[in-house]
């Protein structure tokens, strides 16, 4: 009969704890970022300039169709041997970035493209700026347009995050690593992991929540 | 040792293509049956297989899956089974792939126009052949882009397993690279074999969606 004993667990909660609060500070810097990612490879996506599509279309399509795990090694491992070294936990970074990054052009790319060209039309007769109609005339209703799944994907992120542990960057995953290198109680750590990463992905559907309607909801009436 | 990159290192990693497949081909099929069940649940009259099936999905859907790997891997032992990585590889990626199945078919299912159902129940159609002949059926058109495309998800995270000891295509990669040291080259073989496997099955899901949207608005 298998003794259950959650007592490593409890005992060092804080570990746990602390290692949560990694995971969301990866996870947050790595959304900022590749929301940046995002934006640009959209911009890229839809120019007119064909090299630059093309570039971004080898890009995604690349990340999309490999493993995170194998993007992470070949930027972990493979890269130093190219002259560029990083630490783990900046390599983390990096890959998290890139591998949203390409789901985040994609999904912001479907949003631009949502919006009516009479809408720009529209903008440049008010006498609006390129910058101007760019930001308030596409960017703002493509990206409310786009909220739920790019805010899933951010969420997906979160959770793929877990995969950085193998490198033994810091995080949530890795501080559990530790935990069970030490005192053995594999299965009880790794359901309290479970767990908690199931109460980050509840606080952070909470939080997109939030903003959403803070910032993405219609003003009632004007 | 350090040794040089052969030929015969580079055929250890082209075969172990070979465990990717059947690793995603269980996985699938499981998930398939899985997945089935989950979205009938989930659709279900009973409003307690409802819960259930939700409580299902979001449980899977909200935790990582190298989690799920190793809560599997190790729980074998909780459960008195032995310990082994393709048993533990084939049973997480199974629930995962019938949480994320369920969900997908879920949508199918309730996307098919309630009247249908009700011509059938009007028909005097039992549940199982109002499923089988009615609803499954055009269900299964709406459904077929968003499967293949998961079927990419899924084989990236067969990818997983190798952490858990099990040697497909990347456990593979890891071992010759150890071996020979070139990672540039090795990881880099790798993810060319995964795009080879992933790539024609998005680009089959994207004609299948655009063909569907053409369908719908037609």
């Given at each position: 009969m298998y003794q259950f004993n959650f007592q490593p667990v409890f005992g060092n909660l804080d570990l746990l704890l602390y290692g949560a609060w990694l995971t969301v500070r990866l996870s947050l810097m790595a959304m900022v970022l590749g929301l940046v990612v995002s934006v640009l490879g959209a911009v890229a996506k839809t120019s007119g300039i064909r090299p630059l599509r093309w570039l971004t279309d080898v890009y995604v399509e690349v990340i999309r169709n490999t493993p995170f795990l194998v993007q992470i090694f070949f930027i972990f491992f493979g890269l130093p041997a190219a002259g560029i070294s990083m630490s783990p936990n900046t390599a983390a970074l990096v890959a998290l970035v890139v591998n949203v990054g390409a789901y985040g052009t994609e999904i912001i790319r479907a949003g631009?493209?949502?919006?009516?060209?009479g809408q720009i039309e529209a903008g440049r007769a008010l006498g609006l700026s390129p910058v101007q109609i760019f930001r308030h005339v596409?960017?703002?209703p493509a990206l409310r347009n786009i909220y739920p799944s790019l805010t899933s994907q951010?969420?997906?992120?979160?959770l793929t995050s877990s995969v950085v542990s193998i490198i033994s960057a810091n995080d949530l995953a890795s501080a559990g690593a530790d935990l069970n290198a030490r005192t053995f109680a594999s299965f009880e750590i790794y359901l309290v992991l479970t767990i908690l990463y199931f109460l980050l992905a509840l606080g952070f559907s909470t939080l997109f929540g939030a903003i959403r309607r803070v910032f993405f909801t219609y003003p009632a009436s004007r | 040792m350090i040794r040089e990159f052969s030929s015969a290192d580079l055929m250890f990693i082209v075969s172990a293509v070979r465990w990717t497949l059947?690793?995603?081909?269980?996985?699938?099929?499981?998930?398939a049956l899985g997945g089935l069940a989950v979205a009938l649940a989930r659709t279900a009259q009973g409003r307690l297989r409802r819960r259930?099936?939700?409580?299902?999905i979001q449980v899977f859907q909200g935790t990582p899956l190298l989690m799920q790997l190793f809560l599997v891997y190790f729980g074998l032992a909780v459960v008195g089974l032995p310990i082994d990585p393709l048993l533990a590889a084939a049973v997480a990626l199974t629930?995962?792939?019938?949480?994320?199945?369920g969900e997908i078919w879920r949508g199918a299912i309730e996307a098919v126009p309630p009247g249908q159902t009700e011509a059938a129940t009007a028909l005097s159609l039992s549940y199982k052949d109002r499923m089988r002949h009615v609803v499954l059926p055009q269900a299964m058109r709406l459904a077929t882009a968003p499967t293949v495309g998961f079927l990419v998800q899924l084989i990236k995270g067969t990818s997983l397993a190798s952490i858990i000891g099990f040697t497909e295509l990347t456990r593979a990669g890891q071992i010759i690279n150890n071996a020979t040291f070139k990672p540039f080259l090795v990881f880099g073989t790798v993810a060319a074999l995964y795009f080879v496997l992933c790539w024609p099955l998005s680009l089959l899901a994207r004609r299948m969606e655009a063909r569907m949207r053409l369908a719908v608005t037609r």
């Open positions: 631009i493209e949502s919006i009516p060209r596409v960017m703002v951010f969420i997906y992120l979160m | 059947i690793l995603s081909g269980i996985a699938f099929l499981g998930g259930i099936a939700a409580g299902f629930l995962h792939a019938s949480a994320y199945l």
